[in-house]
C-alpha cells in the first residue's frame, strides 16, 4: 500500500501564498499520475492541477482554469515531494486541499489540509 503526508495548510489572508507538500511513500518516478484537489463546504471534489508521467513523449500538467496562472505544481525529486505553490489566494480557494496519487490502476490519498483564505 502508498501512504500520503501532506502538510503546508493553513490561514492566509488575501493576496498571500500558501506551499503544499505531498510526499508519498514510493518514488515519483513510478507514477503515472499525481495531483492536487481541493473540496469547499456544499462542492464537489475537483481537480486544480495535475502532472502525468508517460514518459518524455508524453508527460505534461494540468491546471483548472480557475487557478491557472496563480498555481504552480512542480515535483522536488531530492525529497521526494509533490509540490503546490499557491499564490495571489483569494477567498473562493478556501477548501480542503487533497493529494492523490497513481500507480496501476489505484489511487491513494492524502488526509486533506485545510486551507483558509481570509479577506
Known amino acids: 500500500q502508498v501512504d500520503v503526508v501532506e502538510s503546508g495548510g493553513g490561514l492566509v489572508q488575501a493576496g498571500g501564498s500558501l506551499r503544499l507538500s505531498c510526499k508519498p511513500s514510493?518514488?515519483?518516478?513510478?507514477?503515472?499520475?499525481m495531483g492536487w484537489y481541493r473540496q469547499a463546504p456544499g462542492r464537489q471534489r475537483e481537480l486544480v492541477a495535475s502532472?502525468?508521467?508517460?514518459?518524455?513523449?508524453?508527460?505534461?500538467?494540468n491546471y483548472a482554469d480557475s487557478v491557472k496562472g496563480r498555481f504552480t505544481i512542480s515535483r522536488e525529486f531530492p525529497k521526494n515531494m509533490l509540490i503546490l505553490q499557491m499564490n495571489n489566494l483569494a477567498s473562493e480557494d478556501t477548501a480542503v486541499y487533497y493529494c492523490?496519487?497513481?500507480?496501476?490502476?489505484?489511487?491513494?490519498w492524502g488526509q486533506g489540509t485545510q486551507v483558509t483564505v481570509s479577506s
Open positions: 492523490n496519487v497513481r500507480i496501476r490502476s489505484n489511487d491513494y
Open positions: 514510493i518514488t515519483l518516478f513510478n507514477l503515472a499520475f
Open positions: 502532472f502525468t508521467n508517460g514518459g518524455h513523449t508524453n508527460s505534461g500538467t
